[in-house]
DNA sequence: GGACATTAATTTGTATGCAAATGAAATTGG
DNA sequence: CCAATTTCATTTGCATACAAATTAATGTCC
């Protein structure tokens, strides 16, 4: 019985195996981290836009949880805590300050900062929207065992 | 001994347990799947954009490698093998046909369809780029042990 | 063959995501 | 105290990513 049954078969090409340069052989996309990461969390959006009701995305999502526990703290360090850079957090920010989920002030003691803070409805769809932001979290580890779910977290954490 | 030391500790309010509704103590954003999965894929697109030498992005670089094998196919095909949909798909070939990297033309047999090539210059940028593609998965999974590499690349794969 | 549905591609609009350049304010070193 | 540096925010430009609407061509069913 043929035990190699995964493997590449053949090349069409034989090359000395000394001297084997990188061919296309040795590189299946499909077999990148790189296009699993991306995949991986194409799904998890997906799965977000359509179980989340209000129309939040998962970036407005997270600037809002962690504004709720920094608060009030600068533009700034909300992005490095979100993991968005200024450009991405100043539109985020934004946004969110249009639909009055975010209150923007300048900060006395430094005029360069922008100090954000949650209105009463930004609290507020926090509070309406934690329940599915946990179910969000479980449909997407649903294909994993608990065990599972554990170690790609761990995982995950190690290559941030 | 305690062998709760990881969980949170005692909630500030606490909640009767049995109608307890899920509080902000039960929503870490950095304990969310979906945190680490935006970080992670924002790390490899770091290590990729440092290291590919060529003006390539992640998803020109997917689609061209993935063009290499299935040559010659549909614009709608491509976007469905590399994981982009149409709108996304379009944008990436017309930024690789302006760039020469990739030949389009109307389907003869289904006027409907537009058929991909490769250039002779997008052939070429693969064969060059192909040894740091390698290095850009290995760099990427650099922190973690062959076993985890192995894991983490199946667990990915589950839940895509 | 012709109404109807389906498919492929395009277009528009919104939202990240990041590089690079700019401006303004604060900090630091001499 | 002043020049150089650093920090914070903004702006611009480019590139995914996707929803929704549109157009054109193909397929299907009666």
Redesign the interface.
């Known amino acids: 019985m043929d035990t190699r049954s995964k493997d590449k078969s053949f090349p069409d090409k034989t090359v000395a195996p000394g001297q084997a ?4 052989d ?2 299946a ?1 499909s ?15 997906s799965i ?1 836009t359509s179980l989340m009701a209000e129309k939040l995305t ?2 407005q999502w ?1 600037a809002l ?2 504004l ?2 920094l608060q009030p703290c600068s533009q700034g360090s909300l992005g490095r805590e ?2 968005m850079d200024m450009a991405t957090i100043k539109g985020v920010v934004d946004r969110l300050a249009k639909r009055g989920l975010v209150n923007t002030a300048p900060d006395s003691a430094d005029a360069r900062r922008l100090v954000l803070t949650l209105t009463e409805e930004g609290a507020a769809v ?1 509070e309406r929207n ?2 599915i ?2 179910e ?2 479980r449909e ?2 649903k ?2 065992t608990a065990a ?2 554990m ?3 761990e ?6």
């Open positions: 340069k990188a061919g296309a040795q590189y996309l077999e990148q981290i790189g296009f699993f990461l991306r995949q991986a969390n194409q799904r998890h959006v977000f998962t970036t997270a949880v962690k709720k526990d979100t993991a926090i934690l329940s932001a946990l969000i979290s997407t580890l294909p994993l599972e779910r170690m790609l977290m995982l995950l954490q190690k290559i941030c």
